[in-house]
């Protein structure tokens, strides 16, 4: 099988890339950093290609795909991970920039690569998207304003893809991580403030990225007549708290 793994320089993507060319898949990792997609093909070897190109750049994106060789454009499984959080202002304090760059990374962005790659899936009758969503497309949370409206996008676009594949054999699922260290995540929503990201981690067992690797995988080891829609999964240390109240 084919898989293209956006977003496969750092974090989940990476990880995602490891555990697939494990499986003994071959792997199309994308992302920014062309240094880093190289280091991960000289370990990965040949199941992996790594493919440069900003999902903001519409022409970009187009033509990197137009332009995968021969025998690795039949994509069978597309992981829409690519994405990013930036800032944790509230919203009145927020910099439109970052809601900006959000908006064209987590949502036209998985759009663009989605909608390139979707109709080959379709005429081919086989294939799977899996998104990486957030709890925080579901659960709202002080400073989580774009973000996670981005990530409500991502739930609601799943499964509207589901209901315009109705009839054919190409799968979707949205996948919904709580917590997870191990990532660049919080270097990039502080604006390389490593030592405030450090803190997010502190005390807490979070998921790893190895953990969201095994879980993609599960999800497209099931068998073809199985489609997992959603799945959330949080550390044991998360878990939920009461609602606001404000008392005059
Ligand atoms: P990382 O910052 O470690 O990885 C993000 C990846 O996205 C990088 O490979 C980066 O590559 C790529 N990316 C970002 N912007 C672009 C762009 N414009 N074009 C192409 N690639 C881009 O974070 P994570 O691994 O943690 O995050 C992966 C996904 O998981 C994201 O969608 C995130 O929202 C989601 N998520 C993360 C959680 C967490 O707690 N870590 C929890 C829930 C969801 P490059 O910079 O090379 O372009
Ligand atoms: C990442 C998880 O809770 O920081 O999507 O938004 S959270």
Redesign the pocket.
Known sequence: MIAMV????????EAISRALVKAGHRVIG????AE?LAALGDELGDSFLPLV????DKAGTRSALEGLPADWREVDLLVN?????LGLAPAHQSDLDDWEQMIA??IS?LTLVTRLLLPGMVARNRGHVIN?????GTYPYPGGNVYGAT?AFVKQFSLNLRADLAGSAVRVTNVE????GG???SN?RFHGDDAKAATVYQGVQAIQ?EDIANTVLWIGEQPAHVNINSIEIMPVAQTFGPLHISRG
């Open positions: 956006t977003g496969a320089s750092s974090g989940f993507g994308t992302g920014r950093r880093r190109f900003d999902v903001q991970n690519a994405g990013l959080a990374t987590n962005g990486i969503g957030s709890i925080a990530k991580p709580g917590l997870c990532t660049e995540f990039v990225p």
